[in-house]
T-cell receptor
Framework: AAGVIQSPRHLIKEKRETATLKCYPI?????VYWYQQGPGQDPQFLIS???????DKGSIPDRFSAQQFSDYHSELNMSSLELGDSALYFC??????????????FGQGTRLTVV | DAKTTQPTSMDCAEGRAANLPCNHS???????VYWYRQIHSQGPQYIIH???NNETNEMASLIITEDRKSSTLILPHATLRDTAVYYC????????????FGTGTRLKVLA
């Protein structure tokens, strides 16, 4: 079965650079979620999109922005990178519309290292 | 979303049932209880979810108390591959969902 695809899997950037992470949801899923997981920490919710509109916002820094495109894939843009941004970034997707309850499926993550 | 409380860690012998408790005393009527697990920095894996009835699937069983203030995830025959961090999440069903991960339970299955 198709899963959530994230790219790249690994990324190394220098401080103050910009990074773009991509997420391709499971086909027919209309909702995308982004999470950040620092070393030894639990996943922290950043932001979510439903039908290409932002639906919820968590602890996402102002330096980060995200969007969901017409084909439902999503991109997380991170600017002015700091050492503390080094983390695993997970994307998840779910089919929200028309269902009373549903589950989200996670990708394998992008490991971002800022040096 | 309701806050959940789980024990920090648990051990379980291989082949035995693993019972992982979760307290969600402030859960509201429209919030489902979801369980996910994360195996060593992999993406969190969906296990099961429920509202008020007990649920069972090929991975686990979910027992929710009648007052819905707590629940227990049961892995009937734990294997070494079940060693992971298990997260209990309560999330609303209205509109879109927001899965907020708290501090889960680190389950170690012992040979």
């Amino acid at each position: 079965a198709a899963g959530v695809i994230q790219s790249p899997r690994h990324l190394i950037k220098e401080k103050r650079e910009t990074a773009t992470l991509k997420c391709y949801p499971i086909p027919r899923h209309d909702t995308v979620y982004w999470y950040q997981q620092g070393p030894g920490q639990d996943p922290q919710f950043l932001i979510s999109f439903y039908e290409k509109m932002q639906s919820d916002k968590g602890s996402i820094p102002d330096r980060f922005s995200a969007q969901q495109f017409s084909d439902y894939h999503s991109e997380l843009n991170m600017s002015s990178l700091e050492l503390g941004d080094s983390a695993l970034y997970f994307c998840a997707s779910s089919q929200t519309s028309g269902l009373p309850n549903t589950e989200a499926f996670f990708g394998q993550g992008t490991r971002l290292t800022v040096v | 979303d309701a806050k959940t409380t789980q024990p920090t860690s648990m051990d379980c012998a291989e082949g035995r049932a693993a019972n992982l408790p979760c307290n969600h005393s402030t859960i509201s009527g429209n919030e489902y209880v979801y369980w996910y697990r994360q195996i060593h920095s992999q993406g969190p894996q969906y296990i099961i979810h429920g509202l008020k009835n007990n649920e069972t699937n090929e991975m686990a069983s979910l027992i929710i108390t009648e007052d819905r203030k707590s629940s227990t995830l049961i892995l009937p025959h734990a294997t070494l591959r079940d060693t992971a961090v298990y997260y209990c999440i309560a999330t609303t069903t209205s509109g879109t969902y927001k899965y907020i991960f708290g501090t889960g339970t680190r389950l170690k299955v012992l040979a």
